[in-house]
């Protein structure tokens, strides 16, 4: 399936937000720059118990189960048989850190069409610099259908991260003018001074004839 724009969007979003390399904060999204992924976005964070659970989901997501996401586990939007294999890569987005590209389908049935969707995860910083949330999007093109919906097909690649601290700011120092001279001695002689050197100004005694 071909990548949404969407999709896209978020990762370039993500990516403007990385310093030198390093994982965004939590407190560095701002709703504003996500745009026309907001209905699709979400975040996730770890629960008490280490189960990656939703902390804020999209209006379009809500459609899937039927229910708000907030503190639902992410693997309740899967066939019973994916979830090992979905919570051990959700958990890599967060342990390693890696980013997850997926495609997930779920099954045709009564009043429920078959719907293909997209999944991105990517990594987050806290306030304490652990990685203990994602920023991610979902999105579908077709009808969810009658509710609630799980996917049956997750198609997944993890791509490890290497992260940079960032580098201590560097203060350049100060260089000569290239045009500058140096500068030159001052001899006092009978209490007048003088430069040394080439003079620049002479004074006739007598002044003028």
């Known amino acids: 399936m071909r990548t949404p724009s969407i999709i896209r969007q978020v990762e370039a979003y993500w990516e403007g937000l990385r310093p030198y390399g390093d994982l965004p904060q939590r407190e560095q999204i701002d709703p504003r720059g996500l745009d026309s992924a907001l209905d699709f976005a979400f975040l996730l964070e770890r629960s008490h118990t280490g189960e990656p659970v939703f902390k804020l989901g999209g209006e379009r997501l ?8 907030e503190r639902v586990p992410m693997v309740a939007l899967f066939s019973q048989s994916l979830q090992p294999a979905v919570n ?9 850190p890696s980013l997850l590209r997926a495609e997930l389908t779920s099954e045709r049935g009564v009043m429920r069409p078959e719907v293909d ?22 999105h579908f093109d077709d009808a969810i259908g009658r509710s609630p919906r799980q996917f049956t097909r997750f198609s997944h690649n993890l791509t490890r991260l290497v992260l940079s601290a960032a580098p201590a700011p560097q203060i350049p120092t100060p260089q000569p003018l290239g045009m500058a001279e140096q500068m030159s001695e001052f001899v006092h002689e009978n209490g007048r001074p003088e430069t040394s050197g080439r003079p620049k100004l002479k004074v006739i005694k007598g002044g003028l004839p």
Do not use: C, F, R
Request: no cysteine; net charge negative.
């Open 62 to 69: 809500g459609d899937i189960l039927g229910i708000p996401l």
């Open 88 to 96: 051990s890569a959700v958990t890599s987005v967060l342990n390693e």
């Open 117 to 138: 969707a997209h999944l991105l995860l990517l990594p987050l910083k806290d306030g304490e610099g652990h990685i203990s949330q994602a920023l991610g999007v979902l």
